[in-house]
């Protein structure tokens, strides 16, 4: 039987993802079979994972972190909001249907509690130590009796929780107390320790709140953790982009700029993370007119609602400087909803996604993509097929990424250019064309998620826009996986730096290897 350790909040959004990935690092460092646990997200950004299911990205990372490939038992529940108060429902890795919240919170969540139970058990028999995420906050009382991934999973397995403030947003001190107090005997008597997170400054200036925390709510204080700056990890909530660049500046000007549109239900920005850590680009997500400038390259993202993003970016008439920026000879890349949208018609005859039957698309590509119920999913390994762009035909090979949309696209015509060919679907060799080209290589699209992961591919890309300018090529300037396993050490140091991990380990119940 496994060890735990489940990390809450006050709120959403106050680092328990993170430092879940911390601990996953350090106690894979250490030498224990960890695994991270969520039961329940509500996120648009998501992952396939090898057997062709759907979950979050946070446990992605946190597996990584772990040593560990990403499956669905981690985090078993994923709710991805869809618009009007609705989510999809995605239980073991697979859609069961649309929900409103109502219907969701006071309801169906007792039923998903079921799959909960069933992976939790599967992970207590083959690893070590538990580190388990909650959502929110586990005080939220209109939630409470329904509520699946907090003090319920606490409960179940008699989990030490750790509580987390936010202190960089203010009222860190108030909301440990408040939390506690809302919580009701036996809540309270499972947290056995609180975390400050994101401070800024002289620690030794926060000695006197920490003295107060301890002595009020009778919990000790395992620790401040410092704000860190560029993590250089996934991010699966929409909130992180908030934190993220909105326009160009005048540091920027030897820098290739790249603009990505941010949609109302924008997914899988995590597909940009590699472009934006690039030395010689400037990736900034603009939602207006007046923040789309003059790019170098424009990205239309994935969407968990196709059709109401690209009325919205026909509303803000962001649609017509789109198309004035590609008509002066401004690449654009769509990739999954963003390049369904470069077709000329969006079929929904039943009503998936919206209230639409039809609507017209950026009319870019000769296809047409009507949704049905059934969801594509799956990892790929790609290779360039047919890619001429900006003056000369890319290549690329073993470019991994993974598929994971509604709706069937067809050509309204022959000879397009068809920039990728799948090679491995799953674990099976085949040869599947990808994506479509414009006539004059300037309008791009793909299904695969993750194509600019590949640090090769990235840099023959990117070295087209360089060369736009005048500039001279570059040889590979980042290395995407190595990077993040640098950012994995890098948060286990700062965090193992800054908390008691003497304690910590008591508290799980499992020795300290050095």
């Not at 772990?66 to 991805?80: E, I, R, S, T």
């Not at 987390?164 to 320790?193: N, Y």
């Not at 007119?289 to 690209?310: A, C």
Request: hydrophobic content about 40%; charged content about 25%; overall charge negative.
């Amino acid at each position: 039987m496994a060890k735990s350790i489940m990390l809450m909040g006050t709120s959403s959004h106050v680092g328990k993802s993170i430092l879940t990935t911390a601990l996953c690092r350090i106690f894979y460092q250490q030498g224990h079979h960890v695994v991270p646990f969520k039961a329940q997200n509500m996120a648009l950004n998501s992952y396939v994972t090898l057997d062709g299911r759907e979950m979050g990205r946070a446990q992605v990372a946190q597996a990584e972190a772990a040593g560990l490939v990403p499956v669905v038992d981690m985090n078993p529940v994923l709710l991805k909001p869809t618009g009007n108060a609705q989510s999809q429902v995605i239980i073991q890795g697979e859609p069961v249907g649309n929900m409103s919240a109502r219907e969701y919170h006071q309801g169906y969540s007792l039923k998903a509690w079921k799959a909960v139970q069933n992976s939790l058990d599967r992970l207590d028999k083959e690893y070590e130590i538990l580190v388990i995420e909650g959502a929110g906050s586990p005080a939220e009382i209109n939630l409470k009796a329904n509520d699946i991934v907090n003090m319920r999973v606490a409960k179940h397995l008699n989990a030490p929780v750790l509580l987390i403030a936010d202190i960089d947003r203010g009222g860190a001190i108030a909301s440990l107390v408040g939390t506690l107090e809302l919580l009701d005997e036996e809540e309270r008597a499972l947290v056995k320790g609180l975390i400050i997170n994101k401070f800024r400054g002289d620690v030794t200036l926060l000695t006197p709140a920490l003295s107060f925390l301890e002595e009020k709510t009778g919990k000790p204080v395992l620790g401040v953790i410092p704000h860190i700056e560029s993590l250089g990890i996934d991010e699966e909530d929409s909130v992180s982009l908030d934190e993220k660049p909105y326009g160009v500046s005048a540091d920027d000007a030897d820098l290739i700029h790249i603009s990505v549109i941010r949609t109302p239900k924008l997914s899988n920005f995590t597909d940009f993370d590699a472009l934006a850590n690039e030395p010689d680009v400037a990736l900034y997500y603009v939602s207006s007119v007046e923040e789309l400038g003059t790019p170098d390259l424009i990205l239309l993202p994935g969407s968990k609602n196709t059709t109401e993003d690209l009325l919205y970016i026909r509303s803000t008439g962001l649609e017509e400087s789109i198309k004035k920026c590609v008509s002066y000879g401004t690449p654009l890349f769509g990739i999954c909803g963003g390049y369904q949208m470069l077709g000329h018609l969006i079929r929904d005859p039943m009503h998936t996604e919206s209230e639409y039957s039809e609507i017209k698309g950026f009319e870019y590509l000769p296809m047409v993509t009507t949704f049905a119920a059934h969801k594509h999913l799956r990892q790929v390994v790609a290779e360039c097929a047919d890619f001429p762009f900006l003056g000369v035909q890319l290549v690329g090979k073993g470019l991994i990424g993974y598929e994971i949309h509604m709706g069937e696209t067809f050509f309204t015509k022959e000879n397009v250019h068809r920039p990728f060919r799948i090679v491995r679907a799953a674990e099976q060799e085949t040869c599947i064309m990808d994506g479509a080209l414009s006539a004059d290589g300037l309008v791009i699209g793909t299904y695969i998620h993750g194509i600019f992961d590949d640090d090769t591919f990235r840099r023959i890309f990117l070295n087209r826009l360089r060369i736009q300018h005048g500039w001279a090529e570059l040889p590979i300037q980042y290395h995407y996986r190595a990077e993040k396993e640098h950012a994995y050490n890098r948060l286990a140091d700062t965090v193992r730096g800054s908390l008691d991990m003497k304690k910590l380990m008591s508290v799980i119940g499992v020795e300290e290897n050095v």
